[in-house]
């Protein structure tokens, strides 16, 4: 990566302004971190990534966590593979989840009584990624000469295809899926224990980590960075673009079908709903998160998705997360030091303020008791508004002030982007923080299924925004 | 050779088409301008039809509505489009705008963010039973224009006649008024024309409102037309919606409205002959089926779409 080694000497062929963007970037604690990740080791770096996951069965003995963590590799695995596509090459590939699911069918269709086979998974695993691989090659194909915007449509229309084929066809048995898939067969020996799936996963997660790191390294792997930051460059130095492309496009899918693979198994039986929209935007979610085009960041950033996805599902822990999460953004985003104690404390007294008002004015908007059970969430029912009845038998929200406080609060939100004032950004923030406690209360926790999936979807516009290359992602600097 | 048959399903993909082509529109401009694919089109049409339902409530229900019916259905049209209108310009404010010299898959990300977003709010807040705009009550579903034996429900006619008085109306704002001339001439080339005088900003703005509102009516039209709506919805209509602007040739208006028309129209078709033509091999499920070979054709055989100029690129 560096050519001239040393900073008093300057660079070969990096061009001045590159170099000050690149020293300036140096300075902050988070870019140091990840330039000693790059500089390490990759053997080492294998190591680090995959410990956790070795000595993870050792603290564990819920069967509950047990199946996260498989959950967990599953993710991570999808994550790898929509990283050669998105993160690799630049293609949108909104089919992606389609090849999970060919893969898990796949294997539905070698190993299950329905299918009257039970083919040695030794044999079955590389044989349906290479089907896979095949097929995604075949879905890149018609899109071939403006890949792109288009491909994105033709992938996402496949996906569309696929999940009608899925519920219409007969072979797939509809909705109701095939059920009693066998367990995974090694060379005559059956893996059927939650702690056998697991090594499996992570066998196949270090393999495939490894595979894709070579790749990364080779010939191909250059030129696929190559044409993803200039395509035209890309050619013009006599790369065959297009093959290259649909071939970033069929590893991916490879690397989906192999999670497929191993996916319909542990779970025992695969159905049309295991591969839909909401699965696509958490792959997408944990690749963008993480940094699309590092290998760390995308194992990084499924652990933490899969994490708060599964913590955001239990209403106890999800206030401890939210609340958590608020307090650490501040800290972390607003310098110096006395700047978010201030809005902290500052918030916490608007928000007493307003609930003695309220409580005066007109005494059943403060009656309600929240839906959270956790500590905190007592604490807070003498501090956010929570009218009587805040929600009705079936989850739904029957209260206006939690319709109308979350339509407010997206409004406040992106009205505090605007301001431009340092000063009235921390006034503003104080309000924008109550509304967001009180919707939190009154409609958030009560549906915590459909929350987790609406801060996913603000943070991929917000990172979007602020931080395209996610926690590990080089941010390309450009000579304008 | 049943030709009640045959009417009917042109009829019902008139219907359908009109929708698609105004889905494919707003998309088509968006796109011409930006070069962006707006991934959450699709989104905001729901939002739109939530809005228009939300009207109806509001106004006394289908059955005892408070207005005559067709001053309600205006009502409905207008909340929706102003409503999604300013939608689609936060959505540009806020996704799209901080994007604009990202590389090119940065947008698209973000747009997939927002489509997330929207559909996971109104699951929130109206939860994920199908609504009902309950249109029978609001007009018998035997009034309307007779023709032999066959009758066109009135409620057909308005949407096809609305959707159609939209598209005549944004044809004239595109080729006679100043703001198309600023919108052809940004779509051409943004940098000239931001050199011409041209606020590029504000012309990205409009067009988002523009094509935001379109979607809106199209939601409302489709609550009318088929009765039910949730929060999913947005997802087959963005679907359709692209496609049509891609078989149409993406950029182009008159071409965003053929293709619109073509897309509804082999749908409904499919719809009602793919169980023949297969002998009951496939069920009528598989209308996507014929849509998706219908794009993978265009793709290969003419990827610029019908209307569309091959692209040229510039080094």
Known sequence: MTLGEGPEQPRIGVDEWVASAEERRARSPLARTQDAVDRAPAALKLLALAAPFAIFPLFIDSEYLMQVGIDTLIFVLLALGLNVAVGWVGLLDLGYVAFFGIGAYLYAAVASPYAGRYWDAA??????????????????????????DYLAIVTLF???LWLVVLINASWSRGPNGIADIYP???????????????FVALIAFVLIISFLYLLNQSRTGRAWRALREDELAAE?????????????????????GVAGAIFAPVQGAVFPGNFDLILLITVYAMVVLGGAGSLVGVTVGAVVINASLEALRDASNASWLFYGVIVVALLALLKPWWQPLAVLGATVLFGFAVHEIAEQARPSLVGGTSFGEARIDELLDSWVLLPVDIVTADGLPTGWLGRVSYIALIAAA?????????????????PVLYLAACVWANLLLANPAVTRFVLMGAMLVALMAYRPQGLFGKQRVEIV | MDWDKLV??????????SVYALVALGFSMVYGILKLLNLAHGDVLMVGAFIGWGVIGWLGGAQDPKVAVWILIVLMLMAAMAGCGFLGVAIERFAYRPLRRAPRIAPLISALGVSFFLQNSVLLLFGSDFRSYETFDLVEPEVGISWGPLTVWIIRLVVIGSAFAMMAGLWLLVTRTKLGKAMRATAFDREAAAMMGIDVDKVIVKTFFIGSALAGAAGVLVGLVFGQ?????????????????????????????????????????????????????????????VVFLILIVFMI???????????????
Do not use: C
């Open chain 1, 158 to 160: 496949f996906l569309q």
């Open chain 1, 184 to 198: 995974l067969e090694f060379f005559g020996r059956q893996v059927t224990s939650l702690d056998g799936n697991y």
């Open chain 2, 301 to 315: 055989v003419r990827p610029q779409g019908i209307f569309g100029k091959p692209e040229v690129k510039k080094v």
């Open chain 1, 414 to 430: 992106l009205g505090l982007t605007l301001v431009r004032s340092r000063l009235w950004q921390l006034v503003g923030l104080v």
């Open chain 2, 229 to 289: 709506i949730n929060h999913f919805m947005g997802f087959n209509y963005g679907l359709k919606g692209f496609t049509a602007a891609v078989v149409g040739g993406i950029g182009s208006i008159p071409g965003a409205m053929f293709g619109g028309l073509f897309i509804g129209i082999s749908e409904a078709l499919s719809v009602g002959y793919i169980e023949d033509f297969t002998r009951g091999r496939l069920g009528s499920a598989f209308s996507d089926l």
């Open chain 1, 236 to 256: 013009l130095m006599t790369m065959p673009v297009n093959r290259l492309k649909l071939m970033g496009f069929a590893v991916g899918a490879g690397v989906a």
């Open chain 1, 123 to 148: 044999l079955a695993i590389p044989l349906i990624a290479v089907a896979v691989a095949v097929s995604g090659f075949l879905v890149g194909l018609p899109s071939r000469r403006l890949a792109g």
């Open chain 2, 8 to 17: 009917q399903l042109l009829v019902s993909g008139l219907t359908l088409g």
